[in-house]
T-cell receptor, first 113, second 118 residues
């Protein structure tokens, strides 16, 4: 079984809809991250969390919100989706005790029409 | 602010050729980590290597090798005798080493698309 899972893997939605992307991990890591990938732009950090209830904005947090109610889960919400939020979204985890390596989920492809 | 530059957007080679992917970084930190990730056509991100700023030894893993030079702020990646299965997007990334605050956040380059043809 994968250590970092994301649901859904693919989602098509319409402008204005509320969308939630879920991330779960079984690695026991304390830190979790959400990134988005756009063609030609690499991955950019949306939000990150160093522990339960700890939330920090990343480079491109506008239009997004997150929730970290449990150590193993980190959800990303788009309150009112817009077309330029069409992208590939990745969740990642890391453990502050073992270095800076981040482990990525398989990604969620989101299309906003 | 941290920055990672991968100037090569796309590289095409013929199988068995050697290829080097360039990565140049900027940071004010004296302690930091550098990474390479591979993203095959299936889309997942595969970790390849982590290097800390105090370890400038070059590393070799099979057909892969990495050249870290602090003097030029570069962390280049070479694939020897490339194969079709090496076709992917390769990302270089940088993170601060602090355990609090900004620690662990990754700054990615824009990636290099490598195409290996028969």
């Amino acid at each position: 079984d994968a250590d970092v899972t994301q649901t859904p893997r693919n989602r098509i939605t319409k402008t204005g809809k509320r969308i939630m992307l879920e991330c779960s991990q079984t690695k026991g890591h304390d830190r979790m991250y959400w990134y988005r990938q756009d063609p030609g732009l690499g991955l950019r950090l949306i939000y990150y969390s160093f522990d339960v209830k700890d939330i920090n904005k990343g480079e491109i947090s506008d239009g997004y919100s997150v929730s970290r109610q449990a150590q193993a889960k980190f959800s990303l919400s788009l309150e009112s989706a817009i077309p330029n939020q069409t992208a590939l979204y990745f969740c990642a985890t890391s453990d502050h005790r073992t270095g800076n390596e981040q482990f990525f989920g398989p990604g969620t492809r989101l299309t906003v029409l | 602010a941290q920055k990672v530059t991968q100037a090569q957007t796309e590289i095409s080679v013929v199988e068995k050729e050697d290829v080097t992917l360039d990565c140049v970084y900027e940071t004010r930190d004296t302690t930091y980590y550098l990474f390479w990730y591979k993203q095959p056509p299936s889309g997942e991100l595969v970790f390849l290597i982590r290097r800390n700023s105090f370890d400038e030894q070059n590393e070799i893993s099979g057909r892969y090798s990495w050249n870290f030079q602090k003097s030029t702020s570069s962390f280049n990646f070479t694939i020897t005798a490339s194969q079709v299965v090496d076709s992917a997007v390769y990302f270089c990334a940088l993170s601060e080493a602090g355990l609090t605050g900004g620690g662990n956040k990754l700054t990615f380059g824009t990636g290099t698309q490598l195409k290996v043809e028969l």
